[in-house]
T-cell receptor
Framework: DAGVIQSPRHEVTEMGQEVTLRCKPI?????LFWYRQTMMRGLELLIYFNNNVPIDDSGMPEDRFSAKMPNASFSTLKIQPSEPRDSAVYFC??????????????FGPGTRLTVL | GQQVMQIPQYQHVQEGEDFTTYCNSS?????IQWYKQRPGGHPVFLIQLVKSGEVKKQKRLTFQFGEAKKNSSLHITATQTTDVGTYFC???????????FGQGTTLQVKP
């Protein structure tokens, strides 16, 4: 089985542009997580979905960030407008979540975002 | 809110030396998970501990879950260069059921 798939793997954009990151979770998994990783702040949970419904978006930094999960096999994280401080590696992870957020998470390869 | 703290943040060892990272939670955990992230890679699940006082081994890696289920440790015996990476603990809160990641310990091994 394929693991979590993320695209693009690398994104370089200019400040003010819209950025859309994509994720396909492992088939059958019902929870999906978006993380951001930087040297300064480590691994931060941005938002997580359970059965396509956003459960906890308290980690979303500000209104410029939005996430959607229109179906069980696809999610997007959008940044509009992007800023240089958004530069980071963004990971998507999925899990077969039977207990509301605590099961083993399988991470995708990440998207390395650079905002110039 | 609940916090999971890991120490040390960084550790440099000579190949062959032992290494330990510690994880502490402000609240009781229902389980603790450990992940490893190689440089340039993504976190990969290593193991899960559930029972109070549980000890599990994977070759040179020994994982422990504290009696109070609020702390855990990962010990690597005789480190090798392949052990290089960042080790994360992640605890599931008994109250909320949420998985909270620690900040990670980055291990460097000098050959």
């Amino acid at each position: 089985d394929a693991g979590v798939i993320q695209s693009p793997r690398h994104e370089v954009t200019e400040m003010g542009q819209e950025v859309t990151l994509r994720c396909k979770p492992i088939s059958g998994h019902n929870s999906l997580f978006w993380y951001r990783q930087t040297m300064m702040r480590g691994l931060e949970l941005l938002i997580y979905f359970n059965n396509n419904v956003p459960i906890d978006d308290s980690g979303m930094p500000e209104d410029r960030f939005s996430a959607k999960m229109p179906n069980a096999s696809f999610s997007t994280l959008k940044i509009q407008p992007s800023e240089p401080r958004d530069s980071a590696v963004y990971f998507c992870a999925s899990s077969l979540d039977l207990r509301g957020g605590g099961d083993t998470q399988y991470f995708g390869p990440g998207t390395r975002l650079t905002v110039l | 809110g609940q916090q999971v703290m890991q120490i040390p943040q960084y550790q440099h060892v000579q190949e062959g030396e032992d290494f330990t990272t510690y994880c502490n939670s402000s609240t009781t955990l229902s389980n603790i998970q450990w992940y490893k992230q190689r440089p340039g890679g993504h976190p990969v699940f290593l193991i899960q501990l559930v029972k109070s006082g549980e000890v599990k081994k994977q070759k040179r890696l020994t994982f422990q879950f504290g009696e109070a289920k609020k702390n855990s440790s990962l010990h690597i015996t005789a480190t090798q260069t392949t052990d290089v990476g960042t080790y994360f603990c992640a605890g599931t809160s008994s109250n909320t059921g949420k998985l909270i990641f620690g900040q990670g310990t980055t291990l460097q091994v000098k050959p």
